[in-house]
Nanobody, 124 residues
Framework: QVQLVESGGGSVQAGGSLRLSCVAS????????MGWFRQAPGKGREGVAT???????TYADSVKGRFTISQDNAKNTLYLQMNSLKPEDSATYYC??????????????????WGQGTQVTVSS
């Protein structure tokens, strides 16, 4: 079993920065994919950024150039550095781990372990 605990959310003005952290415990070695997803009220869950076991990263077009996903394997921690935040980035952000789907890490269906979520609010 894998446990994921996120932290680092909060309220920030547009243009500001936040860094989300996700500490993983349990059998994380079985997770080919690690990722950040977000869900705003009334919307579906969308992928923000993912990283696979070889270090390959993917980003949603809406966050490319502003967000950076990284991991510290020694600390079993996944990070999401968010810069130049916009009001449309406001959402609950979830850390996730899983085997992926057909080798692809970008789809929520490929993840079977989820954190409790951390709220990010960006004001204009």
């Amino acid at each position: 079993q894998v446990q994921l605990v996120e932290s680092g959310g909060g309220s920030v003005q547009a243009g500001g920065s936040l860094r989300l952290s996700c500490v993983a415990s349990g059998h994380t070695y079985s997770s080919h994919c690690m990722g950040w997803f977000r869900q705003a009220p009334g919307k579906g869950r969308e992928g923000v950024a993912t990283i696979d076991s070889s270090g390959h990263t993917t980003y949603a077009d809406s966050v490319k150039g502003r967000f950076t996903i990284s991991q510290d394997n020694a600390k079993n921690t996944l990070y999401l550095q968010m810069n130049s935040l916009k009001p449309e980035d406001s959402a609950t952000y979830y850390c996730a781990a899983g085997a992926g789907w057909l080798g692809y890490c970008g789809a929520p269906v490929g993840y079977n372990h989820w954190g409790q979520g951390t709220q990010v609010t960006v004001s204009s």
